[in-house]
């Protein structure tokens, strides 16, 4: 997954902009570090969503574990697609 | 210069398909035979609606016979109704207009349903998704239970009983809010307030106007407004900054504190969003507003969202923040007949949209 960042102070910009939201100056494209924590999850029918945080981002995706035994604070991996023009999130848990 | 809302109308709120420009007709009409006042003497009509028509407000102008200096829309999701209540707030209070009339709107399925622009809400773009993490994270840090919850929207559907125009017609228990509908593991259907098609309006007149036109003017003493951010998933879920700033800003500005006032209609979109709202504008500490709500409902006390609340009433969007002024205006005039707070004196509205990242607070008073 592809973030903005500062070219001057380094922030990370998210959603992305061409600008930075602190000191205005212009952004460049990087990846994001994929490896992250939950902040909080709840589940619709069998779906777990939760909110991700990577770095200093937070995104909402689906969470794709069998596990029951899920916490905020556990790690998990980000993987993203692309369903009907949309980028869609996914996390694995990370033991 | 002050500035007071002296009249109000509302349509009742159903799940009617019509056009926008015809519910908002029935509002404005009724306002205006209501409150007899000379058409000559509107000097703007403010629309608050998510609805994508064009140039609405000039088209109600234009079918009612107002030729006035001002007539547009104005649009911020689900406080947009507040929002034009500022805006005519600060025409009026600068000297540029003497009477306004603020009317909002929306049906049952609006575009401002559904937040597309938040890209860190993914696939979950749809309130129930943010309600329940709020819900999740709130329960996990203060230890409510679903027992709690479902005291909120029972007390609220409950109000709405006697609130002629509100959706509900039913009286729901505890019990019933629990075995109703999961929506998600956190949210059931009864804890989702319903999006529906209505309008409510609003006149509001400088000092000069309310003396001559109206007995019983009601005057706003206090704002507060403040947007902290687009995207919610950036906030602690347990708080509602934007709530908790435009509060402190609205009761600096009258020079009250939140225990001096007697009524509030807050934006309970969701059981939970009582809560929070009710410990960040400061009626009481945080992590014990299901205790204030509890108390509230066993001792069937309606002084919090005595029309039934958005859980209660519905939601149509545009027209909520009108609909709980005219909650408030009516409370203070000592008109809200079956729902009446006796003796209130001080009231207070709560608006906000997009999960709280922004929020309105008006404060009201008769006195």
């Given at each position: ?8 102070c ?6 992305n ?6 000191c205005l100056?212009?952004t460049?494209k ?14 619709k029918?069998k779906t777990?969503?939760c ?11 689906t ?11 556990s ?7 692309n369903?009907h023009?949309?980028l869609t ?7 | 210069?002050?500035?007071f809302v ?5 349509t009742?709120f ?17 306002l205006?035979?209501?409150s007899?006042i000379?058409?000559?003497l ?7 609606t998510?609805?994508?028509s064009?140039?609405l407000?000039a ?17 911020n ?14 025409y009026?209070?600068s000297?540029l207009a ?9 049906l ?14 993914g696939?979950?773009k749809?309130?129930?998704?943010w309600?329940?993490?709020f ?13 709690d919850l479902?005291?909120i929207s ?8 006697h609130?002629?125009y509100a959706?509900?017609?039913?009286t729901?228990?505890?019990e ?6 999961k ?6 259907i ?10 409510s309006?609003?006149l509001?007149m400088?000092?000069n ?5 109206s007995?019983?003017p009601?005057?706003?003493?206090g704002i ?6 687009t ?8 708080s509602m900054p934007s709530?908790?700033?435009a509060?402190?800003?609205a ?25 929070m ?8 500490k ?6 204030l709500?509890?108390?509230l409902?066993?001792?069937?006390n309606?002084?919090?969202?005595p ?10 969007i545009?027209?909520t ?6 909650e408030i205006?009516q409370?203070?005039?000592n008109?809200a007949?079956?729902r009446q ?7 207070l509205?709560h608006?906000?949209?997009a ?5 309105t ?7």
């Amino acid at each position: 997954m592809i973030i903005t960042e500062c070219k001057k102070c380094n922030k990370l910009v998210w959603p992305n902009c061409k600008f930075c939201s602190i000191c205005l100056e212009k952004t460049r494209k990087r990846d994001i570090n994929n490896i992250g924590k939950i902040i909080e999850f709840s589940k619709k029918d069998k779906t777990i969503f939760c909110i991700g945080e990577f770095e200093q981002i937070r995104i909402i995706g689906t969470l794709q574990t069998n596990s029951n035994d899920i916490l905020p604070n556990s790690r998990i991996k980000l993987h993203t697609k692309n369903l009907h023009e949309q980028l869609t999130y996914f996390f694995t848990l990370i033991d | 210069m002050n500035v007071f809302v002296t009249d109000y109308s509302s349509t009742h709120f159903t799940l009617q398909n019509i056009e926008i420009r015809s519910i908002l007709l029935s509002s404005v009409q009724k306002l205006l035979i209501q409150s007899k006042i000379d058409k000559k003497l509107i000097d703007g009509i403010l629309i608050s609606t998510t609805s994508n028509s064009k140039y609405l407000a000039a088209q109600i102008s234009e079918f009612l016979g107002i030729k006035s200096k001002f007539a547009f829309t104005i649009e911020n999701l689900c406080s947009s109704g507040t929002n034009a209540i500022v805006s005519a707030f600060a025409y009026i209070s600068s000297g540029l207009a003497n009477a306004i009339i603020v009317v909002g709107a929306d049906l049952y399925n609006p575009p401002g349903k559904i937040f597309e622009c938040d890209e860190s809400r993914g696939s979950y773009k749809h309130p129930i998704f943010w309600a329940s993490l709020f819900t999740k994270a709130y329960k996990r840090k203060y230890g409510i239970n679903e027992y709690d919850l479902a005291r909120i929207s029972s007390k609220n559907y409950n109000h709405a009983l006697h609130n002629p125009y509100a959706f509900n017609k039913k009286t729901y228990t505890v019990e019933n809010i629990i075995d109703s509908k999961k929506i998600t593991d956190d949210l059931n259907i009864l804890h989702c307030s319903k999006l529906c098609t209505g309008s409510s309006a609003i006149l509001m007149m400088s000092e000069n106007y309310a003396k001559k036109f109206s007995t019983d003017p009601v005057r706003i003493i206090g704002i507060g407004q403040f947007t902290d951010s687009t995207f919610f998933t950036k906030n602690d879920l347990t708080s509602m900054p934007s709530t908790k700033i435009a509060s402190q800003n609205a009761f600096s500005m009258c020079k009250l504190t939140p225990n001096q006032i007697d009524v509030a209609e807050v934006h309970d979109a969701f059981s939970i969003c009582e809560i929070m709202a009710i410990e960040d504008i400061g009626f009481t500490k945080k992590g014990h507003g299901a205790d204030l709500s509890n108390e509230l409902y066993q001792t069937k006390n309606n002084k919090i969202n005595p029309r039934g609340g958005l859980l209660g009433s519905g939601h149509p969007i545009g027209a909520t923040g009108i609909s709980q002024t005219m909650e408030i205006v009516q409370q203070l005039q000592n008109k809200a007949g079956k729902r009446q707070i006796s003796r209130a004196n001080i009231g207070l509205i709560h608006n906000m949209s997009a999960a709280a990242t922004s929020s309105t607070i008006l404060i009201l008073t008769s006195s």
